[in-house]
């Protein structure tokens, strides 16, 4: 069965704190993996498609990094409007569907 | 582009009632999905389409209908609701697999919050 693990459920950080956020993924074949940022009140809005093992995507202070059974989510020196849920999600070769994961609730603390 | 719209934004129906959440988007997209996400558990499909005339179940289909009559929309009908539908409601589109893998990603629209009471 294909599944989305991520860890932590909350994390808590004070301002320019890095840390990485981890999705652990059990999928029948990986055609992407794709992170997601949520705010409260919206749709989730895109961040990162990740397709093959090795392969790092930035932008600004995250960077996302994919193997062949988990991507992190590096978040550098964060600031407070880096608050947010975020979610990963997998689509597997032989579907159309995506799989989400519970996300991840970062608060950037000033 | 308006890009993926859906109405209402908030609802509160009774229990027994139905009603039809409405999703149309202006990307051109063939495929469309519907995702529920209660508190703490992610986002699960109820139901996706490929093309007009395609529908597929997800995850958690029951109590849930679709059509998809055109390529720009994509309604998902309650009927008989009951409280376990509250929840938050979000349609997203795709553009569809393509045959190099390169950027592909949903966009969602701004959900719909549903009380049942």
């Known amino acids: 069965e294909d599944q989305v693990t991520q860890s932590p459920e909350a994390l808590r950080l004070q301002e320019g704190e890095s840390s990485s956020l981890n999705c652990s993924y059990t999928?029948?074949?990986?055609?992407?993996l794709f992170w997601y940022r949520q705010d409260p009140g919206k749709g989730p809005e895109f961040l990162f498609t990740l397709y093959s093992a090795g392969e790092e995507k930035e932008k600004e202070r995250l960077k996302a990094t994919l193997t062949k059974k988990e991507s992190f989510l590096h978040i550098t020196a964060p600031k407070p409007e880096d608050s947010a849920t975020y979610l990963c999600?997998?689509?597997?070769?032989?579907?159309?569907?995506?799989?989400f994961g519970t996300g991840t609730s970062l608060t950037v603390i000033p | 582009n308006a890009g993926v719209t859906q109405t209402p934004k908030f609802r509160i129906l009774k229990i027994g009632q139905s009603m039809t959440l409405q999703c149309a988007q202006d990307m051109n997209h063939n495929y469309m999905y519907w995702y529920r996400q209660d508190p703490g558990m992610g986002l699960k499909l109820i139901y996706y389409s490929v093309g007009a005339g395609i529908t597929d179940k997800g995850e958690v289909p029951n109590g849930y209908n679709v059509s998809r009559s055109t390529t720009e929309d994509f309604p998902l009908r309650l009927e008989l609701a009951a409280p376990s539908q509250t929840s938050v409601y979000f349609c997203a589109t795709h553009r569809g697999l393509q045959p190099r893998a390169t950027n592909e990603k949903l966009f969602f629209g701004s959900g719909t919050q549903l009380s049942v009471l």
């Open positions: 999928v029948s074949g990986l055609r992407g």
């Open positions: 999600a997998v689509t597997p070769t032989t579907g159309n569907q995506f799989y």
